[in-house]
């Protein structure tokens, strides 16, 4: 078997693994790069792809699959899938043809999308000589790792996972996994989150502060999995105000409640967006912006989106607050904020005067939990590849794993291949 590292080495984004015996050839996850990069996408596979998995809905890992659909690939491979994923996929790649350059449009999109094939948690599909198993990962609905065997090896590809509680998914579990290879996530492979309980209640306690001084608290949110985990949160602890969900927030819910098996509690979702008010316009937006409460919007990192709107409106008084509940990529307006307090409200950056605070939400294991799965599923020959992280991030973590478990540890570069 063979494995050729097409993108997401020592960077985030960019994610594609293929996977070959010599006569099938399978990609697993085919992303696009976030930031500004010449390539928008990894160079496509030198062989024919008999099938496409994708991981999850994430651009980072699932966005340049229309590009096999374009050209010389007219029919294309199966793209397999689970329910959310093909529901959450149309929407997340059509706003990205909006504001992005890609080498494919809209055409290859609906093209890739009628190749789908669902799958479901536990299942397995057999593709040639090639076997692939999907679990769980809990990193956001619909998120899987993939079990690959073939000629008698065994490949574990964790994608972005998460082994920690949340309130919108289950989390990960990998124990009995003994594989021969594994890939897997380096993203937080120098951090630690804090505790989730004590982000939480921080959180609320932060929120309620704010609303019982009058203020409003801006939730700046991605528009999957992020907005819903808040509102859970919200509705965990009670949190009784004003509660407004504006942005591509709303239609992701709405796709969402359609696969209640892939939610950790459907009904605690339903009931928090039963408590919302859903922005249909301008005049919406004003109002929500005008009394004590909570908006949450998309954009997650300021880049676009209603949040605009919400900043120029509430920036600029001390009573309101912004609150960060997700990483902020150098270079975007919300890591500016952070860092700087100045925000770009009409086009030049100007001081901020409401409060600004971040929460550490993430959905991806930290530290601790890459070092844990590596010590559970590591027999003595299973070798490591570090991908999806910084370039800081995968070198140290492959590191580690040599001298803290004495297992071979790679951190492949883009178009490296490894036979097994
Ligand atoms: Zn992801």
Same mark, same amino acid.
């Given at each position: 078997m063979e494995l050729m590292f097409l993108g997401g080495c020592q960077t985030v984004g960019g994610s594609g693994l293929l996977i070959?015996?010599?006569?099938?050839?399978?990609?697993?996850?085919?992303?696009?790069?976030?930031?500004?990069?010449?390539?928008?996408?990894?160079?496509?596979?030198p062989e024919d792809v008999d099938a496409v998995f994708l991981t999850h809905v994430h651009l980072d890992h699932a966005g340049g699959a229309p590009a096999l659909y374009a050209g010389s690939y007219p029919d294309g491979p199966p793209v397999y899938v689970t329910p959310p994923t093909q529901s959450l996929l149309?929407?997340?790649?059509? &706003?990205?043809? @909006? +504001?992005k350059k890609l080498p494919f449009g809209k055409k290859e999109e609906n093209r890739m999308l009628r190749k789908a094939q669902?799958?479901?948690?536990? &299942?397995?599909? @057999? +593709?040639?000589g090639i076997i692939v198993e999907i679990v769980n990962s809990g990193h956001v609905p619909g998120a899987y790792s993939t079990i690959i065997k073939a000629d008698g090896k065994c490949v574990f590809y964790t994608s972005d996972f998460n082994t920690s509680q949340t309130r919108l998914v289950k989390s990960a579990n990998f124990n009995g996994l003994k594989p021969d290879v594994v890939v897997m996530e380096s993203t937080y492979a120098l951090k630690e989150h804090p505790e989730r309980s004590q982000t939480e209640r921080e959180f609320v306690n932060a929120v309620l502060n704010v609303v019982e001084g009058g203020g409003v608290v801006l939730i700046p949110a991605f528009a999957v999995a992020r907005s819903q985990e808040i509102l859970c949160v919200l509705e965990k602890y009670n949190v009784e105000c004003s509660i407004t969900l504006d942005g591509m927030?709303?239609?992701?819910?709405?796709l969402?409640?359609?696969h209640p098996d892939y939610l950790k509690d459907y009904e605690a979702l339903l009931r928090a967006l039963s408590k919302c008010r859903w922005v249909r316009g301008f005049h919406d937006r004003v109002e929500a912006a005008s009394r004590p409460g909570v908006i949450i919007s998309t954009a997650g990192m300021l880049k676009g989106g209603p949040t605009i709107h919400y900043m120029r409106m509430l920036a600029k008084d001390s009573e309101n607050a912004i609150f960060l509940v997700s990483f902020q990529i150098p270079g975007t307006p919300g890591r500016m904020l952070l860092d700087t307090g100045y925000f770009p409200l009409y086009g030049k950056p100007e001081r901020v005067n409401a409060?600004?605070?971040?929460?550490?939400?993430?959905?991806?294991?930290?530290?601790?939990m890459l070092?844990?799965?590596?010590?559970?599923?590591?027999?003595?020959?299973?070798?490591?590849?570090?991908?999806?992280?910084?370039?800081?991030?995968?070198?140290?973590?492959?590191?580690e794993i040599e001298e803290n478990y004495g297992n071979q540890a790679i951190n492949p570069n883009v178009g490296e291949t490894y036979t097994l």
């Amino acid at each position: 078997m063979e494995l050729m590292f097409l993108g997401g080495c020592q960077t985030v984004g960019g994610s594609g693994l293929l996977i070959s015996n010599g006569e099938t050839n399978i990609l697993v996850d085919y992303g696009v790069y976030m930031g500004k990069k010449d390539d928008p996408i990894p160079e496509l596979p030198p062989e024919d792809v008999d099938a496409v998995f994708l991981t999850h809905v994430h651009l980072d890992h699932a966005g340049g699959a229309p590009a096999l659909y374009a050209g010389s690939y007219p029919d294309g491979p199966p793209v397999y899938v689970t329910p959310p994923t093909q529901s959450l996929l149309p929407l997340l790649i059509d &706003d990205m043809l @909006k +504001i992005k350059k890609l080498p494919f449009g809209k055409k290859e999109e609906n093209r890739m999308l009628r190749k789908a094939q669902i799958m479901n948690y536990g &299942d397995t599909v @057999k +593709i040639n000589g090639i076997i692939v198993e999907i679990v769980n990962s809990g990193h956001v609905p619909g998120a899987y790792s993939t079990i690959i065997k073939a000629d008698g090896k065994c490949v574990f590809y964790t994608s972005d996972f998460n082994t920690s509680q949340t309130r919108l998914v289950k989390s990960a579990n990998f124990n009995g996994l003994k594989p021969d290879v594994v890939v897997m996530e380096s993203t937080y492979a120098l951090k630690e989150h804090p505790e989730r309980s004590q982000t939480e209640r921080e959180f609320v306690n932060a929120v309620l502060n704010v609303v019982e001084g009058g203020g409003v608290v801006l939730i700046p949110a991605f528009a999957v999995a992020r907005s819903q985990e808040i509102l859970c949160v919200l509705e965990k602890y009670n949190v009784e105000c004003s509660i407004t969900l504006d942005g591509m927030a709303r239609d992701a819910s709405r796709l969402l409640l359609q696969h209640p098996d892939y939610l950790k509690d459907y009904e605690a979702l339903l009931r928090a967006l039963s408590k919302c008010r859903w922005v249909r316009g301008f005049h919406d937006r004003v109002e929500a912006a005008s009394r004590p409460g909570v908006i949450i919007s998309t954009a997650g990192m300021l880049k676009g989106g209603p949040t605009i709107h919400y900043m120029r409106m509430l920036a600029k008084d001390s009573e309101n607050a912004i609150f960060l509940v997700s990483f902020q990529i150098p270079g975007t307006p919300g890591r500016m904020l952070l860092d700087t307090g100045y925000f770009p409200l009409y086009g030049k950056p100007e001081r901020v005067n409401a409060q600004i605070k971040f929460f550490n939400f993430s959905s991806h294991a930290d530290r601790k939990m890459l070092h844990s799965l590596v010590e559970s599923v590591s027999k003595r020959s299973t070798t490591f590849f570090t991908v999806h992280g910084e370039k800081d991030a995968c070198r140290t973590l492959a590191e580690e794993i040599e001298e803290n478990y004495g297992n071979q540890a790679i951190n492949p570069n883009v178009g490296e291949t490894y036979t097994l």
